[in-house]
């Protein structure tokens, strides 16, 4: 079955870095669109960035232009997201997704989901 396993989250302080990682398993990744969502609490998951299935094409939410790069390698099956000039307003639980070949900002375009790692930015 298809599974995607983020990590790389934790606590950093507000202008830090961190680089979430999402490692997929049971399909063939290279023939898939990725993306990364947060949702933090109370409030709903927001569309982050996304990456075509071959990383030729990449979408950022306005909210983090600038400040997060999404990349892929597709021999080792992971996606990446880097993350600077952290805010607290970016404090959520982010997760990865997958989707056949397109990229698309709608959390319903998506059919595979992550479990979520938690990123915490303290002011």
């Known amino acids: 079955q298809v599974q995607l396993v983020e990590s790389g989250g934790g606590l950093v302080q507000a202008g830090g870095s961190l680089r979430l990682s999402c490692a997929a398993s049971?399909?063939?990744?290279?023939?898939?669109?990725m993306g990364w969502f947060r949702q933090a609490p109370g409030k709903e998951r927001e569309f982050v960035a996304t990456?075509?299935?071959?990383?030729?094409?990449?979408y950022y939410a306005d909210s983090v232009k600038g400040r997060f790069t999404i990349s892929r390698d597709n021999g080792k099956n992971t996606v990446y997201l880097q993350m600077n000039s952290l805010k607290p307003e970016d404090t959520a639980v982010y997760s990865c997704a997958a989707r056949g070949h397109y990229t698309a900002t709608a959390p319903g375009a998506y059919g595979f989901w992550g479990q979520g790692t938690q990123v915490t930015v303290s002011s």
């Open positions: 049971g399909l063939t990744f290279s023939n898939y669109a």
């Open positions: 990456i075509s299935w071959s990383g030729g094409s990449t």
